[in-house]
């Protein structure tokens, strides 16, 4: 929880500086009345028996302005724990990242907005929570309901046969967008072929051959070009995740993560393949999140906590990493961690079948966390071998060389 330490009570500090300036209001209080001024300097004490007073008196504000402040916190955290665990937790995480002054005063009014309504913990006003809609056409009436020309694209209609322009459509009829090439047919008896790219049900194939032979007037094909991308179907893409290192490089400025990153992991991967062939590396880092290892980083020095573990958790896929600076600033730094493993993965079109996730427990922790946002990004097949390496340090260097080598020839 946020909190900013009130200093402790100190002696006061005599300096030239306030002692001119308690003559100087002396003298400003006789001048302001000058026919009283010998009545008024009768009444005024000198400069040493104020800076006395002023030693007495600061210590003892100082320590009543700290015992107010301890009162509102304890009165704060009692009003915290009359919620719910489950709500606890939200107020947790939003008073985490809020604009708030960390003292009592800011956590007090902040828990008095939850408690009448007008901050919702789960939906925090600074945070920017844009509704996902995808622009889909369930139950489309004709085939320009459903889907709209982008241009054109030049295919071969048959293997070896002359690229002929083929009008290149988009489209969702609600389980994923669609790319459809119309293929014309070297006569005009012949049926049009349909190629469809993306997720697509049967009755979704059957539904746009409908439309399509409204639209065209005549018979129309149409054909799934996808290959499937699973273990089953013997695709094979390889993701490996590592920890980041308190062993790093130095060297000042930005380098790539693979290059200043020196802990033994990162030498046994080198080692393995040092041509980075046998699989694509992400990297799990304290600071920075969920990055490729050719992520340009500085040189820093941060560790995994559990509280930092479960911060990074609850942020899900749409928390950048790192965090600004000051909770003042806009939430433009770092990245996502779904950008950063989409672009491993091709931005979906090369999906990963096996993956291994190295590290101790808090990192696997939350690489498992993040499994099903990848997934649901299609950066990660549904049917992909997820391999977990936890163990002795050397004992995990000799699983990750095994992992590694199970690639070659793959």
């Not at 000058?34 to 009545?39: G, I, T, V």
């Not at 241009?151 to 489209?171: F, L, N, T």
């Not at 071998?385 to 050397?394: Q, R, S, V, Y």
Request: with cysteine.
């Amino acid at each position: 929880m946020r909190f900013a330490k009130w200093p402790r009570p100190a002696a006061y500090v005599e300096t030239s500086r306030k002692r001119a300036a308690f003559v100087t209001r002396q003298r400003r209080e006789r001048e302001a009345l000058p026919l009283f001024a010998d009545m008024i300097a009768a009444g005024q004490h000198s400069v040493e028996e104020e800076m006395a007073r002023r030693a007495r008196w600061w210590p003892e504000r100082q320590q009543r302005l700290r015992d107010e402040r301890a009162a509102v916190w304890r009165r704060a955290r009692t009003d915290l724990f009359a919620f719910a665990e489950p709500r606890r937790r939200a107020i947790r995480r939003a008073w985490r990242d809020c604009p708030y002054p960390a003292d009592p005063y800011g956590f007090a009014d902040f828990l008095h907005q939850i408690r009448v309504g007008r901050l919702d913990p789960d939906r925090p006003p600074w945070r920017f929570h844009a509704p996902v809609r995808p622009r889909t056409t369930p139950d489309p009436r004709c085939f320009s309901d459903a889907f709209k020309r982008v241009g054109q694209r030049m295919i071969e209609p048959e293997p070896g046969m002359p690229a002929v322009e083929a009008p290149h459509y988009v489209g969702n009829l609600g389980n994923g967008i669609l790319f459809l090439d119309a293929v014309p047919s070297a006569a005009p008896i012949d049926p049009v072929t349909i190629r469809v790219r993306g997720v697509c049900t049967d009755a979704d194939i059957a539904l746009i051959g409908r439309l399509a032979t409204e639209a065209e007037k005549r018979v129309v094909k149409v054909v799934r070009v996808d290959v499937p991308q699973t273990r089953a179907a013997g695709f094979s893409h390889r993701l490996l995740i590592l920890p980041c290192s308190a062993t790093k490089r130095h060297d000042p400025g930005w380098m790539p993560a693979w290059e200043r990153y020196d802990g033994p992991l990162w030498q046994t991967w080198r080692a393995v393949d040092p041509e980075r062939r046998l699989a694509r590396v992400g990297v799990l880092s304290a600071r920075y999140g969920f990055r490729t290892a050719d992520s340009p980083i500085e040189d820093y020095d941060a560790r995994l906590t559990p509280d930092l573990a479960e911060r990074m958790i609850a942020g899900g896929m749409t928390t950048r990493w790192p965090r600004p600076p000051s909770p003042n600033k806009p939430d433009n730094y770092g990245s996502h961690p779904g950008c950063e493993i989409a672009s491993l993965a091709y931005h979906g079109t090369r999906p990963f079948t096996d993956i291994a996730l190295v590290g101790g427990g808090l990192y696997l922790k939350v690489m498992r966390a993040f499994l099903d946002g990848f997934r649901e990004m299609r950066c990660i097949t549904p049917d992909a071998e997820i391999t977990e390496i936890n163990a002795g340090i050397g004992v995990m260097r000799q699983r990750l060389r095994a992992w590694l080598e199970q690639g070659r020839g793959r």
